[in-house]
């Protein structure tokens, strides 16, 4: 049987486990995939590889650190400088990143969202960030704006992403007089620090999408916010943490599993989602 698992910290409220289990069962793969809390990254990923892991989704806060411990990365990893599935080839680990993938399916296709120039602001610019703007951009957005609270680190992801005429750094003071967004995409922590900050609503328009790439408890306030605004559409990120799955799924399979059953059988349980990979 193949080793996988998701490593993060905290972890264990994971949805990814029951994810990988459902795909294993509708495509007749066996596997043994466990969530592993990891403090340490590097420690928890020695244990794992000496245990003969064979493959790895990684979440908060390790991202960024996951694509150091890789000896190749894809396109879409080296592009965002973090990682979210590792895959071991030839002794040593690989790394990719299927966030933005998972995200942009998520919108285009269960949601039907035209993302084509759309004028879009992102929230934060940790691995999360790192993960979804490359693809975003793909699928054709408009201007980009980035905004953390640590503007070095907005600063950084808007020069790495190298389009300096459409992907912009702002500061959170700029934010009451960057006017309104057709697509906010929070992909901070605040949720789950339970330190959500106080975003003006000149942000949000009736043509206005929010999406949140946390779920359950850990998006309410953003969306919360994003609704009383006068929204067109808040979404959660439990769609994409599903088709971010199946993307991790394909590259370790080479089988690419049906997301809609696992999605609606989550969705249909979300008052007891408490948190996001």
């Avoid at 002794?91 to 759309?118: E, P």
């Avoid at 007089?177 to 609503?201: C, K, R, W, Y």
């Avoid at 306030?221 to 609704?227: N, T």
């Amino acid at each position: 049987m193949k080793r996988y698992a998701v490593i993060g910290h905290p972890v264990l409220h994971s949805l990814s486990p029951r994810i990988h289990a459902a795909f294993a069962r509708d495509t007749g793969i066996d596997l043994d995939y466990r969530a592993i809390d990891a403090p340490d990254f590097d420690a928890a990923l020695a244990t794992f590889t000496a245990a003969g892991g064979d493959g790895a989704n990684v979440t908060l806060p390790h991202k960024q650190r996951a694509a150091l411990a890789c000896a190749a990365l894809s396109d879409r990893a080296r592009r965002a400088g973090a990682v979210n599935t590792l895959i071991r080839r030839d002794g040593v680990w690989h790394g990719d990143n299927t966030d933005g993938a998972g995200l942009v399916r998520d919108l285009t296709g269960r949601h039907g969202l035209d993302l084509r120039q759309r004028r879009t602001l992102l929230l934060g610019a940790g691995g999360g960030s790192r993960g979804v703007a490359p693809a975003l951009l793909d699928a054709g957005i408009g201007d980009l704006y980035i905004v953390n609270r640590n503007s070095p680190r907005a600063d950084a992801l808007a020069d790495a992403l190298g389009e300096p005429g459409r992907v912009h750094s702002r500061y959170v003071d700029d934010l009451p007089a960057m006017g309104e967004f057709d697509l906010i995409v929070n992909a901070t922590s605040a949720g789950h620090e339970a330190l959500f900050p106080i975003l003006p609503m000149s942000l949000i328009g009736p043509r206005t999408t929010a999406v949140d790439l946390s779920y359950g408890k850990a998006s309410i306030g953003f969306l919360s916010w994003a609704r009383a605004g006068g929204c067109r559409e808040a979404i959660d990120g439990l769609g994409m943490l599903v088709e971010q799955a199946a993307e991790s799924f394909e590259l370790w399979h080479g089988v690419r599993p049906d997301t809609g059953a696992i999605y609606a059988q989550l969705r249909a349980a979300d008052a007891g989602l408490v948190s996001a990979d």
